[in-house]
């Protein structure tokens, strides 16, 4: 991969353990990052019906305090935060004047009027003087880069509490879907969400960056009884899209709203305003150009990032996600089409064939939940 | 380091060659499986097509990644082994014994060209 010789990648605090490791490396957002341990299709299906635990230490956290810091990110973002309670975290977005994605990020309520904003690995300095350059309007509010501060270990699958259950003091019952709780893990002090981007059951953790190798090696250990194993970036990709999860700088981007990306759902009209809305109004009221769909093959091939699709010689729009899933075993994948074409099959151009394809609801995979849960 | 098989001939993007007589079957080395990971979908020419050399005769494709194959050799296809397309994983698993083609070599030549398998090997360090 070419990169640039003055831009050295990035390395996670448990990069030394990846290493030491069979895992394959790849690189990502600037970041060298496990592709993978034991194959892309093992760790998938092991997520799917047991334990997988990732690294996403790239990903970035920015602390936002202050007493006008909720007033601020209210404005600064498109979900309703006056709704997320401390404990508890909430999936939101940073939009452009525009209505566009700056970033799909993850907002934790830490007390009142103290956030921490878990961002994607490319977007960290961009969106730090996105947020710090608009707070200044909002008086008693700063914004604090703390991506140094924590690696974040991700812990997926149907046997993830009984697995972190014996590493701490903290009751993970109790701990709900979007919730988190502060506590020890292994020893080492760790703030425990059930969040994940799976699909699957699953814990979050952030952790000092010097004692992550600890906590690592102890989830390991204590996950032999049921299989766990690491898993990488690669596993992580397949496993978000069967879960029809978007991924920034793929499915959402600069150009791309949360109504065409079918997420219309995050956006809170009832706020009087934030950046946005006044965009987002107009393409409410005139329909949307193009929208995101999910669609699987029909017949043989894999579609991939960047193919166009087609219908009846019209040029619908291009994938933005792709790939062969190892749980579901399909080609699937997601793209933009054009709305003025509302179609339930189309053909995704695969080099020099035509591959036929149909619209299907996303998610392509939705876990089976106990009863009663 | 894996041993390649004498009497095959490699090229440098990793395809190889086993010729006897006018054929020759042709297929992707230990490496190139390796670099790839989990094969999951192969696509191959259909029988009678000629092929320059390096010329592209199909792709291969991983989980993550598409990869193109080349002919070692100028050729027409006259076997394509059609169980890879069902089970492209035995690619992963014997890579030598998972031949993709067979050519017949309309200019016998150019192997003299490919690389034996100690000089492949040697391109690998």
């Given at each position: 991969m070419e990169r640039a010789v003055d831009a050295p990648l990035k390395r996670t605090p448990l990069f030394a353990r990846h290493r030491a490791s069979t895992a394959r490396m790849t690189t990502f957002a600037g970041w060298e990052m496990p592709e993978t341990y034991s194959g892309i299709a093992a760790e998938h299906l092991a997520v799917r019906t047991r334990a997988g635990l990732f690294d996403f230490s790239h990903l970035g956290e920015i602390e936002i305090a202050g007493s006008d810091s909720l007033d601020a990110l209210q404005q600064l973002m498109c979900t309703d935060?006056?709704?997320?309670?401390?404990?508890?975290?909430?999936y939101s977005a940073l939009l452009t004047s525009g209505g566009t994605f700056l970033d799909d990020v993850v907002v934790f309520s830490l007390a009142p009027r103290h956030f921490l904003v878990v961002v994607n690995a490319s977007n960290i300095d961009r969106d730090h003087a996105w947020i710090s350059e608009r707070l200044g309007a909002f008086g008693d509010a700063v914004a604090v880069n703390v991506s140094a501060r924590y690696a974040l270990l991700a812990i997926q699958g149907p046997a993830s509490e009984e697995v972190l259950q014996p590493l701490t003091g903290i009751d993970l019952p109790s701990v709900k879907p979007h919730a988190f709780s502060h506590g020890e893990v292994a020893a080492v002090r760790a703030t425990v969400s059930r969040t994940g981007y799976t699909g699957e059951e699953g814990f979050e953790l952030l952790v000092p960056p010097q004692s992550a190798d600890r906590v690592w090696l102890a989830i390991l250990d204590a996950g032999r009884s049921v299989d766990l194993v690491p898993a990488g970036l690669g596993a992580c990709d397949t496993l978000r899209l069967e879960a029809g999860m978007r991924l920034y700088g793929y499915d959402l981007n600069e150009e791309t709203t949360p109504l065409e990306a079918g997420l219309d759902w995050m956006v809170c009209w009832a706020k009087d305003s934030f950046s946005g809305k006044a965009a987002l109004r107009r393409q409410q009221s005139e329909g949307v150009q193009k929208k995101l769909v999910g669609f699987e093959l029909m017949d043989s091939g894999i579609?991939?990032?960047?193919?166009?699709?087609?219908?009846?010689?019209?040029?619908?729009?291009?994938?933005?996600?792709?790939?062969?899933?190892?749980?579901?075993?399909?080609?699937?994948?997601?793209?933009?089409?054009?709305?003025?074409?509302?179609v339930e099959t189309f053909e995704v151009e695969i080099r020099h064939r035509r591959v036929r394809a149909r619209v299907v609801p996303m998610p392509f995979y939705r876990r089976q939940r106990p009863f009663g849960a | 380091m894996p041993p390649y098989p004498h009497g095959f001939k490699f090229t440098p993007n990793h395809e190889w060659?086993?010729?006897?007589?006018?054929?020759?079957?042709?297929?992707?080395?230990?490496?190139?499986?390796?670099?790839l990971g989990e094969v999951v979908y192969i696509e191959l020419p259909d029988l009678g097509a000629t092929l320059n050399q390096g010329e592209s005769f199909g792709t291969i494709e991983s989980i993550k990644a598409v990869s193109e194959l080349y002919a070692p050799v100028s050729g027409e296809v006259v076997e394509v082994n059609s169980t890879l397309k069902t089970n492209p994983e035995r690619v992963n698993a014997q890579p030598h014994d998972s031949w993709m083609i067979v050519l017949r070599l309309t200019k016998p030549a150019e192997a003299d060209d490919l690389l034996d398998s100690g000089r492949y090997s040697a391109l690998l360090k």
């Open positions: 935060l006056a709704q997320l309670r401390p404990g508890h975290t909430q579609a991939r990032p960047g193919h166009r699709m087609w219908a009846d010689g019209s040029l619908l729009g291009r994938v933005t996600s792709g790939t062969r899933t190892p749980f579901l075993k399909k080609a699937i994948g997601m793209g933009y089409v054009s709305a003025a074409h509302a | 060659i086993q010729i006897s007589g006018d054929r020759g079957k042709v297929g992707i080395t230990d490496y190139a499986q390796e670099q």
